[in-house]
């Protein structure tokens, strides 16, 4: 070990100036491909939660430990670094008394809907991928972009845990992991996409909730379930980021919802926050113009 | 499959909160008291050399190398505050004005080269006026991007309270003038310059009013999220009384000649500023927690 140390000492140099200037090598971005992303249709989520083990399997992200949550089924909480996948379970049961004998259950029509006391809402929650991403807008490292396939990507050798990202987005997606003090969230399985493979967790969904493809189809795809359930009675279903609103873009991984938004812990009203930017700075600038004003004045005044 | 009008609390996500807030915690807070003290510091000494040069020139000398001590320790905070302080330097990769804390890295290294020429030149031996005057002239853009860029940070966010502080860029930016001039008037006072002090204790005088003035637009920005919070709104009350207090108080004691009343009014404005920081910091953590 001695006689190697001198090669130990220039490795270490060599590597600390890699590390200091690598990030500042860019290669050729990729040409822009097709735009994917998910389509969720809520109604026939199961909660069987294979995508979320999936997502941990294929990106090899470590076990969150486990703690009842006391929310129902739902033990993995909630988004973080370390879970890119999180199925919730929203029970909305009415205080009354189920029948007495319950294996007695009539046989429905084919098309009609069970009157239930009460159901179980299932999402399966993800990165919005928004189309324009609050988070891609706060990354002061450009380590969060916007790849080929118009996906918000998390560049993790680039990424320095300055947080801004985790501040910047509404919906509670990203968080920093305590192992290496970087952001994390999900890739879309960009490794997979450019294999053409579809995503870890769409390919695992047994049901189908969880669709992958060019993002128009999948809009397309999503408007016409809204109107079949709609023929079935079921009034309440609709798009949730299909399009922009007022206030914020569309959104890349969308959802079909039969509840209000905040109901699945999603906001009501997204709104990007640099909608505010300009107005902002311009306040803080005037400020800081009346400021020094002010100051030259007393100084020439008072000469 | 109508929805259910009773559901049952326990798995209720819309009563957790949407967002998580950044691990932005006490070294965020002095990190932004002390971007404000060095840059504050900094534009009113650059002021009073430029326009005044007779009075403040030795002044500002003393003042540019206490700008720069508070940025050193400042960028230190900067630093730590990271996940992961070896990639600092990543800031660096890119500038994209679209972030505000891209442009307020950049004004705060641009910033900080002239400032550290001007005070290598006070150890080293004079620079030609001309030269003097060229690299203060340079600081006080990226000095006034360094002030202006803090709160549009916070407030460019969807963290709840910050999202709605429209007022918190104009709050800090007076307050970092406020913060000038009491600092710059102490520094007159040590060195005994009767006319740089009755300038500076004016221009406190004026800027604590001005800051008054945001300090009120902030709060009732930050009403609505204030009254939504239970379990520590008298917390919150007594930190936003308190800092209404500290104005009222320091702009009657500002007048007063002398020292030691001056040393306590700077000793008021600097621990009240700190301590809206910390409340402003803390919001998010207090209304998730």
């Given amino acids: ?303 | 499959m109508q929805p259910a009008n009773q559901s049952t609390p326990s798995s209720d996500y819309a009563q957790s909160g949407i967002v998580k807030s950044p691990h932005w915690h006490w070294l965020v807070v002095f990190d932004v008291w002390l971007n404000n003290l060095t840059s504050g510091l900094f534009l009113v000494a650059a002021c009073g050399e430029l326009f005044r040069p007779a009075d403040f020139s030795q002044l500002a000398n003393t003042a540019y190398l206490i700008a720069w001590l508070v940025l050193l320790v400042d960028l230190l905070l900067l630093v730590l505050d990271l996940g992961d302080p070896k990639r600092f330097h990543h800031m660096l990769r890119v500038f994209k004005p679209s972030s505000p804390m891209s442009l307020g890295t950049w004004c705060l290294t641009v910033y900080s080269l002239p400032l550290t020429l001007l005070v290598v030149f006070q150890f080293i031996g004079s620079p030609p006026d001309g030269f003097h005057r060229a690299l203060v002239i340079a600081a006080i853009p990226p000095a006034f991007g360094v002030m202006l860029y803090k709160g549009v940070l916070f407030s460019t966010s969807s963290q709840p309270g910050w999202r709605d502080a429209r007022w918190l860029g104009s709050y800090l930016v007076s307050s970092t003038i406020m913060l000038g001039c009491i600092q710059l008037l102490l520094i007159a006072m040590f060195f005994d310059e009767p006319v740089a002090t009755r300038l500076m204790r004016s221009a406190a005088a004026t800027t604590i009013l001005l800051n008054a003035i945001t300090l009120g637009l902030l709060f009732f920005n930050l009403k609505p999220t204030l009254d939504e919070m239970q379990t520590s709104q008298g917390v919150v009350r007594v930190t936003w009384s308190v800092a209404f207090a500290t104005s009222a108080i320091t702009f009657v004691l500002i007048w007063q000649p002398q020292p030691f009343v001056s040393m306590i009014t700077a000793g008021l404005l600097l621990a009240g500023t700190l301590w809206v920081r910390s409340a402003v910091v803390w919001l998010p953590h207090r209304i998730q927690s």
Avoid at chain 1, 167 to 185: E, M, Q, S, W, Y
Avoid at chain 1, 266 to 271: A, S
Avoid at chain 1, 273 to 286: Q, V
Wanted: overall charge negative; charged content about 20%.
């Fill in chain 1, 1 to 303: 070990m001695t006689g190697s140390a001198p090669n130990d000492s220039q490795a270490d140099r060599t590597n600390w100036l890699e590390r200091i200037l690598a990030p500042f090598q860019r290669g050729t971005p990729p040409a822009p491909r097709t735009a994917t992303g998910f389509y969720t249709d809520t109604t026939v989520c199961i909660g069987c939660k294979a995508c979320e083990v999936a997502c941990k399997q294929w990106n090899q992200l470590p076990s969150d430990g486990f703690e009842w949550t006391g929310k129902s089924y739902d033990n993995t909480g909630e988004l973080s670094a370390t879970s890119w996948r999180h199925v919730k379970f929203v029970e909305q049961l009415v205080d009354t008394e189920l029948p007495q004998d319950t294996a007695i259950v009539e046989p429905l029509e084919a098309g009609t809907v069970p009157d239930l006391p009460g159901r179980w809402l299932m999402m399966s929650d993800v990165c919005k991928h928004c189309a324009t991403a609050p988070c891609e807008q706060a990354c002061p490292t450009g380590s969060l972009l916007q790849n080929e396939f118009e996906n918000i990507y998390l560049q993790s050798d680039i990424c320095n845990g300055c947080s801004y990202c985790i501040a910047a987005c509404p919906f509670g997606v990203i968080t920093r992991a305590t192992f290496d003090g970087h952001a994390h969230k999900c890739t879309l399985c960009y490794d997979r996409q450019r294999d053409d493979l579809t995503p870890a967790c769409a390919k695992a969904c047994p049901t189908e909730s969880i669709q992958f493809g060019p993002i128009d189809e999948l809009r397309e795809r999503a408007r016409e379930r809204v109107s079949e359930l709609q023929s079935l009675g079921i009034n309440d279903a609709y798009l949730y980021g299909d399009e922009a609103s007022e206030n914020y873009s569309q959104l890349n991984s969308f959802y079909l919802l039969i509840d209000e938004p905040s109901a699945y812990g999603l906001p009501d009203n997204p709104v990007n926050p640099w909608l505010f930017m300009k107005g902002d700075y311009l306040r803080s600038g005037l400020t800081g113009f009346i400021a020094i004003a002010m100051l030259l004045i007393i100084l020439w005044l008072e000469g």
